[in-house]
């Protein structure tokens, strides 16, 4: 057990330890304007640029140059199977069977995709459960699949919300919904690390609870893959999508990824949407057979897939595949602790953690509540090198990321947040 100190000495001493620490140095940190490196602690909203992405991008458009429409084929990476490329590190991160997953699109076009396999409302049986505090596109989402099958969003859309007085919810309310409403709810979706508060909820307990009841059960992982151990396909859930953009580093608005159950991969009776990129690719260019599923994820991909973007992904999965998810588990829980640990000193009077404390409850991000201030506060510690992000009306969000941040990174952000708050309190 780690004794954690309020000092530099302390936190310089941590990095020179942390066998993670070369990791930093294969990505770009964001300059101030006088070359010193901002205290980046958004990666919980947009990853930095791993140095090798460049170079992955400009292999595929040197061979694009070079080789015009042959790149499908002899391209260094051949564009024609590209994704397979991606497939078996993907499935590593998010704990599915290589079948099970496919990158694919971006995060609510796919959420859109897996919805009409997995919202199939009858007339007894038509309600989705959400969050109430779930991230707002997730709701638009399912709120416009409940209008297409011709139902009513107020009467079909359940929204968890916490306990009066209380921020996050707590695992016995959710299994109180779903015992009190399951019978007449379809679907099951959450995020399953909720985007504004942090807390990652426990994906197979939910499961088991959706389905006892007959629900279909699934989660939007934008939070949490490349950030929490999800083990998909041991949970047990039917469906999960996620964008890469954020822990997984592919770039602004880059490529998402699904995964699929096993179980329902070749199911005959499960609707989808379909196009030539999902067909048996041994007849795909036949271009007049019938549609053949992919036995795989691969069934619910529609369109061949954007290379540079691909290219993006990969990049930073073979980091991930260097790492695993385990080690950077391990340093995730030491980089959260450590930051709870100096907020703390601030005083309760200043600022509330409204994450869970419980290491397991949560991912990388800590939400800052602070009490008595706006976003001023949020403004000054940007003025003083610090980039991280503030969700109204007065929480901040930190993550420090195990793959590039350091201990020093959380050092330097408690002692400026540490003087901006003398600074309101002064005035």
């Known amino acids: ?42 990666g919980n909203s947009l990853g930095l640029q791993p140095k ?36 078996e590190a993907m499935a590593r991160v998010v704990g599915g069977k ?17 919805l009409v396999s997995f919202y199939r409302p009858t007339a007894t049986r038509n309600k989705i459960i959400i969050e109430a505090d779930a991230f707002p596109s997730d709701k638009y989402a399912a709120e416009s699949q409940i209008r297409f099958h011709g139902f ?17 919810l707590r695992p016995e309310d959710i299994e109180a919904v779903i015992a009190a409403e399951g019978q007449n709810v379809a679907t099951i979706l959450l995020g399953n690390t909720n985007y504004y508060t942090g ?7 939910i499961t088991e609870w959706g389905h006892a009841q007959g629900c279909m059960v699934g989660f939007d992982c934008a939070h949490g893959a490349g950030n929490v151990d999800l083990q998909l396909h041991d949970s047990g859930c039917d469906f999960a999508v996620w964008c890469n953009y954020k822990y997984l580093n592919s770039g602004p608005g880059g490529m998402g990824g699904v995964f699929i159950n096993e179980r329902h991969l ?25 549609f053949e599923p992919m036995p795989t994820a691969e069934a619910w991909q529609l369109s061949n897939p954007p290379i540079m973007a691909l290219a993006a992904v990969w990049s930073s999965l073979k980091i991930f595949d260097e790492v695993g998810m385990p080690a950077l588990r391990k340093k995730a829980k030491l980089l959260t602790g450590y930051l709870e640990f100096l ?28 009490k008595n201030a706006d976003k001023r506060l949020f403004d000054a510690i940007t003025e003083a090198g610090v980039i991280a992000d503030w969700r ?23 002692e400026i947040l540490k003087f901006a708050l003398s600074k309101i309190k002064e005035a």
């Open 1 to 42: 057990m780690i004794q954690y100190k309020n000092d530099l000495e302390f936190a310089v001493e941590m990095d020179v330890r942390d066998p993670l620490k070369d990791y930093r140095s294969k990505f770009h940190l964001p300059l101030q304007a006088d070359g010193k490196p901002y205290v980046y602690l958004c």
């Open 52 to 87: 090798s992405t460049a170079e992955a991008i400009q292999q595929e458009l040197t061979d694009w140059q070079n080789l015009g429409v042959e790149g499908h084929f002899h391209a260094k990476n051949p564009w024609l199977p590209y994704h397979e490329f991606l497939t």
């Open 98 to 114: 290589p079948e099970e997953v496919v990158v694919m699109n971006t995060l609510t076009a796919n959420l859109h995709f897996v």
């Open 152 to 168: 009513d969003p107020k009467e079909c859309l359940i929204e968890l919300r916490a306990r009066e007085g209380e921020v996050c």
């Open 199 to 205: 807390q990652y909820f426990n994906i197979k307990q």
């Open 266 to 290: 070749n199911d005959p009776s499960i609707p989808r949407f379909e196009g030539w990129w999902g067909h048996n690719k041994e007849t795909r260019f036949k271009m007049r057979d019938a």
């Open 343 to 370: 907020l703390h000193h601030l005083g309760e009077d200043l600022v509330n953690v409204v994450t869970p404390s419980d290491p397991q409850q949560r991912g990388s991000q800590l939400s800052i509540q602070v």
């Open 392 to 414: 109204e009306p007065d929480v901040i969000r930190v993550a420090p990321v195990a793959l590039y941040n350091s201990f020093e990174d959380v050092y330097r952000f408690y």
